[in-house]
């Protein structure tokens, strides 16, 4: 069994600038960590920062934090293009790249060269197998599943999924991390999009399906959703929010891994993602976005 305890992790690192690994990084350097943000791109790194940076602003101008908080969040961050020598000196690593097997799994390998022999392997997947991934490298027991909720400074849910092979150990020391981070973890089991995505992903898809066969039109899903359901947003705007793209790939590995064709994605998914409407990421998707402005318009492709 593994001798690491919740104390000893001090040293965290990121691996990834995007949306996901920016919230990632600021939550931990939040909590007091020392954290490095790792992306193959320096202009990534640079625009991640930014957004740190305009994130603690809003909870200073909110009063959830005041100045000096905010400075010592940012004086927690470093960032790095060299993941070898980012992961170097680590007790924990949150991957949170892009939702691809293949990508992950040379990650994975990569790390289990780099990082040190005691630290702990986690992933921000959404879907992908987590025994999976820990196969990639030789210390399957140390390898978990981290999987935070966008917007992450703000969403309480940490969603842990333990691999065939996790040590129970490193489990409990993820749990008690994720409770000084001020979240709420939920600890599942290694199946095809665990818990979260298993419901969400076919309500989303049943969405676009219901969409596409002309039952009702995007406002009116959406609104029927908010105000019968109780839902804060409505299947749509959720799944522009997400990124049609990531939709798109975790219906896939729910289809492949569960081989039930209810998990099939709507071909009209399939159809946005390929002509590059991806929502929000993309300023289009079921509806369009602009930037400053909060109106939500529906895609000229879905007016009535």
Request: net charge neutral; glycine share 8%.
């Amino acid at each position: 069994m593994s001798t690491l305890t919740l104390d000893s992790i001090r040293e965290i690192a990121v691996i990834g600038a995007g949306q996901m690994g920016n919230g990632i990084v600021h939550v931990f350097a939040q909590s007091g960590y020392k954290v490095t943000m790792i992306d193959i791109a320096a202009t990534a790194l640079e625009k991640a920062v930014a957004t740190i940076t305009k994130n603690l602003d809003r909870q200073v101008a909110k009063g959830t934090i005041d100045e000096a908080a905010k400075q010592a969040t940012l004086a927690n961050i470093s960032t790095s293009t060299d993941l070898a020598a980012a992961v170097a000196g680590a007790d924990l690593v949150v991957e949170a790249a892009t939702e691809n097997i293949d990508l992950k799994l040379k990650i994975f390998k990569d790390l289990d060269s780099a990082a040190p022999q005691h630290c702990i392997l986690a992933t921000n997947t959404s879907s992908i197998s987590i025994t999976r991934i820990a196969a990639a490298t030789t210390r399957p027991q140390q390898v978990i599943g981290m999987h935070f909720m966008n917007p992450v400074p703000i969403m309480k849910l940490v969603e842990i999924i333990d691999g065939y092979a996790t040590d129970k150990h490193i489990s409990g020391i993820i749990v008690a991390l994720s409770r000084k981070l001020n979240k709420v973890p939920c600890v599942v089991n290694d199946y095809p999009g665990f818990i979260a995505n298993r419901i969400l992903m076919p309500m989303i898809n049943e969405a676009i399906i219901s969409l596409n066969e002309g039952v009702a039109g995007v406002e009116e899903i959406d609104t029927i959703m908010k105000l019968g359901m109780a839902h804060p947003m409505g299947p749509l705007q959720l799944a522009d929010f997400i990124g049609l793209d990531t939709c798109l790939s975790i219906l896939k590995v729910l289809h492949d891994g569960l081989g039930n064709p209810k998990y099939a994605p709507s071909p009209l998914l399939i159809n946005m993602v390929q002509a590059g409407k991806l929502g929000v990421k993309s300023g289009e998707g079921f509806y369009t976005y602009t930037a400053g402005s909060k109106e939500l318009v529906v895609s000229s492709n879905f007016k009535k």
